[in-house]
């Protein structure tokens, strides 16, 4: 994903110079940057800028307007989806660290039970016998 990243800048750089149309296609490589330094998956828009970036390099702007255009909407939609994802990162993260620390006190409560449950399974087929007493008397 960074390489990507480093192509689409490099590539940037390249076209700003040539075309006017930098403001949304900048504007997609902030919100890509942003979003994928959250954590975000945004490798479809990657690869859209992409396209949009060779249609660019063989001077076929409007379709590559389009699909820098379309990259934006759905980045931008992202972005508005951010506090959300990161709300949902964070409990997933609580819950994982609920888990993983309920794993002792879980093992410390049902443990002796269980071993008591199989210790009387494993013993169920024995019989007592009665003894009889000695007697210690002499």
């Given at each position: 994903?960074?390489?990507?990243?480093?192509?689409?800048?490099?590539?940037?750089?390249?076209v700003a110079e040539a075309t006017p149309v930098s403001e949304p296609l900048s504007r997609a490589v902030m919100l890509i940057e942003e979003l994928s330094s959250e954590g975000m998956n945004v490798t479809a828009q990657i690869h859209t800028l992409n396209k949009a970036l060779e249609l660019y390099r063989l001077n076929r702007t409007t379709e590559a307007d389009a699909l820098v255009n379309e990259a934006l909407q759905q980045l931008e939609y992202l972005h508005d989806q951010l506090p959300q994802y990161k709300l949902h990162k964070l409990l997933f993260l609580g819950a994982q660290l609920a888990t993983f620390f309920s794993i002792p006190?879980?093992?410390y409560y049902f443990f002796?039970?269980?071993?008591?449950?199989?210790?009387?399974?494993?013993?169920?087929?024995?019989?007592?016998?009665?003894?009889?007493?000695?007697?210690?008397?002499?």
């Open positions: 994903m960074k390489k990507a990243l480093v192509i689409i800048t490099v590539l940037l750089t390249t006190l879980l093992f002796p039970r269980v071993y008591a449950l199989a210790w009387a399974y494993v013993r169920r087929d024995w019989t007592v016998k009665k003894v009889k007493k000695r007697d210690n008397r002499r």
